[in-house]
């Protein structure tokens, strides 16, 4: 199961899922704010290895 810390404001139509959300889903990170969802990847550690991150990037310059 996968259990993100953020939560999700606006989801774009279509679009590819990016570990359960939508790319492009405009999502509030209790650290980093408002953010958008990008890419995913599986990063398995010994200790989770079902782990899977996400990319945020900024809303004004786009950049992770």
């Not at 790319?23 to 599986?42: I, L, T």
Request: glycine residues 10%.
């Amino acid at each position: 199961m996968l259990s993100l810390n953020v939560s999700c404001y606006h989801v774009c139509d279509g679009g590819t899922m990016s570990a359960g959300l939508k790319r492009g889903s405009v999502v509030k990170h209790p650290r980093y704010g408002f953010s958008y969802v990008g890419a995913w990847q599986e990063s398995p550690t010994k200790k989770d290895p079902d782990r899977k991150t996400i990319s945020l990037h900024s809303l004004d310059t786009g950049k992770r």
